[in-house]
């Protein structure tokens, strides 16, 4: 398609009646945008409880287990009679 074909398909398109918007376009995408809102809040509020809940079970397994300490040495045996 040459530029000319091409400037005419265009000033067609454009001279065409706009399409016609439904008139409660403006209502429908504030519910969308108030339900994607309130999932997005739901969605953050589940993560920090999930974050949260991973925090407390790690400290109260590290507050059972002592994971810092060492364990006793088994390499060398018991010195008895002495």
Same mark, same amino acid.
């Given at each position: 398609? +040459?530029?000319?074909?091409?400037?005419?398909? !265009?000033?067609?398109?454009?001279?065409?009646?706009?399409?016609? !918007?439904?008139?409660?376009?403006?209502?429908?995408?504030?519910?969308?945008?108030? @339900?994607?809102?309130?999932?997005?809040?739901?969605?953050? @509020? !589940?993560?920090?409880?999930?974050?949260?809940?991973?925090?407390?079970?790690?400290?109260?397994?590290?507050?059972?287990?002592?994971?810092?300490?060492?364990?006793? +040495?088994?390499?060398?045996?018991?010195?008895?009679?002495?």
């Amino acid at each position: 398609m +040459s530029r000319p074909e091409q400037e005419a398909a !265009v000033r067609q398109i454009m001279e065409r009646a706009p399409a016609p !918007v439904p008139p409660d376009l403006c209502t429908q995408a504030v519910h969308r945008g108030e @339900r994607l809102l309130r999932r997005r809040q739901l969605v953050h @509020r !589940v993560l920090w409880l999930l974050a949260w809940t991973a925090a407390v079970a790690f400290g109260v397994w590290a507050a059972r287990v002592h994971p810092w300490a060492q364990p006793p +040495s088994q390499t060398t045996p018991p010195i008895t009679g002495w």
